[in-house]
């Protein structure tokens, strides 16, 4: 008998030690920041000005986190504006409340409040970011978020020797705010930013700009993992590195087959990784990020900079320059577009819906909505299927999940009101423009393709959408108008790109399939601020299932009131 209890007591004591040590039974670590939102006076291109930071710095913290963890995040407002946070890329399972669009998902956090953002990390790892997801504050608040994968489980490609977050963004000599106002009386559009930036720093090629040029200091031999995030708010982006090639191995926290490429192109709210091998002849050289625009529409053209420095080079050794793309180089990004693929391996899945229960087309449309006031009596406006999203003045999220009525109708059309011909001739025409707060009610577990197609209205342009709250499989994309009897046939079912920002090709269109598997209210916009403003956006609400697991969480305690 004692032998027998000393045997269940050896069993019991090495269950408690794996349970203790083991990474695959240890509890989830709880992960905790502080994001003190506040004014600083910072200096750019002979200009200071004061901008809103958090912690006082500009880009904001990185938060670090592994796959699995619980993540808190405190914010209290010290800025002069109402502000709220968005997760970019993260799922936010059943936990709407912590994605952030103010008056999407909740009211903004007033000044002098706080507001913590509890949510856990699940099924995901990579590169993502975080933003102010309110006005254009994300001109200068926003951060890039780190998920490592769990402990014991390697990358899909060679360890790197170390990381660097790259982080690229737009800085505006004068008060972004104000100049929005300014324009938005007229009816007309704000001016372009004054400079693109790397990290916060415009580079070298800018005036007064010696002190404000990010420098990696690499060495010889090394491989190093770069997270590339295009945090600008309105400019599609080449990024190039002089004389070194680059291997894209993430897209979006999602790990892709990897291929190697000069240049990359990465649109607002997108992420990559990439491995660079530090294997030129030791010197100096740029790094270099500049806008891509295949439409006639002005964008802010200079090249903003940085230096990849050998170890043990001299400051005065002249960086050499990478060859970027022209700026209108729409074969290069198709071409590029096209070598983007999951993985899709037994570890990592593509599981890419292969029925659909519903089909979505949604036509991208820019035009001119009457407006006495403005300067030509008219203002510029965007809408998805002809309909201008009006945002609310209660949360969507809680109107949905209290059941408060009046707040927004939930029939979104499936098809635009007046079929065209899309990309043909330019159209100055609005076709009957409405405003709205109208949403797309969508069944739980339901499979959805969803194509977007740009139009001529006004003009043609590139869109980059992101879709709140789930990844999508982007399963096809063309330039003209969209044919549903001969694209599907096209389509990449097998190992498409997984993403949860996603370019509409200028003049052309794109189809994305998820399944809605994520009750809530989950936003989609063009992430370009400009149309965002202008009303180029819309939201889902994914029904609860039937399952205990299947329904939207309660709301916080401390959700801040409208």
């Not at 904001?60 to 209290?76: A, K, W």
């Not at 993502?128 to 006005?135: D, E, G, K, R, Y």
Request: glycine share 6%.
């Amino acid at each position: 008998m004692a032998r027998e209890v000393s045997f269940y007591m050896r069993c019991l004591l090495l269950f408690l030690e794996l349970l203790v040590f083991s990474p695959f039974f240890a509890e989830a670590a709880v992960k905790k920041y502080k994001f003190d939102i506040q004014v600083k006076n910072v200096s750019r291109l002979c200009h200071a000005k004061s901008i809103v930071t958090v912690n006082g710095m500009f880009p904001g913290p990185t938060i670090y986190v592994r796959e699995g963890d619980r993540v808190l995040v405190n914010v209290t407002n010290n800025a002069q504006y109402n502000l709220s946070i968005h997760w970019h890329g993260l799922k936010q399972f059943r936990n709407g409340w912590a994605d952030g669009p103010a008056y999407i998902t909740q009211c903004p956090i007033k000044t002098g409040s706080s507001y913590t953002y509890d949510f856990n990390v699940t099924g995901q790892r990579g590169t993502l970011w975080w933003h102010a997801h309110i006005l254009w504050l994300r001109a200068t608040v926003y951060g890039v978020i780190v998920i490592m994968p769990k402990q014991g489980a390697p990358f899909p490609f060679p360890q790197p020797y170390r990381e660097a977050n790259i982080i690229l963004g737009e800085w505006w000599n004068n008060d972004v705010e104000q100049a929005v106002k300014k324009a938005d009386k007229l009816g007309l559009p704000p001016p372009m930013s004054d400079a693109h930036t790397i990290n916060g720093k415009p580079g070298p090629l800018f005036p007064c700009s010696e002190k404000h040029t990010f420098a990696m200091e690499v060495e010889s031999g090394k491989t190093y993992l770069l997270r590339i995030i295009n945090a600008a708010l309105n400019d599609e982006l080449f990024f190039a590195i002089a004389g070194h090639s680059m291997t894209v191995v993430e897209i979006d926290a999602v790990y892709t087959k990897p291929f190697t490429t000069q240049a990359l192109l990465i649109a607002p709210g997108q992420t990559t990784n990439v491995l660079v091998k530090a294997d030129k002849a030791p010197s100096r050289y740029f790094m270099a990020a500049r806008p891509f625009m295949d439409a006639p529409i002005p964008v802010d053209n200079r090249t903003a900079t940085a230096i990849l420095q050998y170890k043990g080079i001299p400051n005065t050794v002249l960086p050499v320059f990478p060859q970027l793309p022209a700026p209108n180089d729409t074969k290069f990004t198709m071409s590029y577009s096209k070598k983007l693929r999951s993985v899709n391996t037994p570890q990592f899945p593509a599981n890419v819906p292969l029925t659909v229960d519903r089909h979505l087309f949604y036509t991208i449309g820019l035009g001119r909505n009457p407006c006495p006031t403005c300067l030509n009596e008219t203002r510029l406006t965007a809408s998805l299927n002809n309909i201008t999203f009006v945002m609310p003045h209660i949360a969507l999220l809680q109107a949905h999940y209290f059941d408060i009525k009046g707040v927004f109708r939930a029939d979104f059309p499936d098809q635009p009101p007046t079929t065209f011909n899309y990309t043909g001739a330019p159209l100055t025409a609005n076709l009957g423009t409405s405003l709205g707060t109208r949403l797309s009610k969508i069944a739980f577990n339901s499979t959805i393709e969803l194509v977007l197609q740009d139009t001529n209205l006004l003009t043609v342009e590139a869109h980059p959408f992101h879709l709140h709250g789930y990844n999508f499989f982007v399963v096809g994309t063309g330039v003209g108008n969209f044919d549903p009897a001969k694209d599907p046939a096209k389509y990449n079912l097998v190992d498409p790109p997984e993403r949860n920002t996603v370019g509409v090709p200028t003049g052309g269109w794109t189809a994305i399939r998820f399944r809605a598997d994520n009750p809530g209210v989950w936003f989609m916009h063009c992430h370009l601020e400009l149309h965002t403003s202008w009303g180029l956006k819309m939201a889902f609400v994914v029904e609860d299932g039937k399952g205990p697991e299947q329904s939207v969480l309660p709301p916080p305690k401390d959700l801040p009131p409208c």
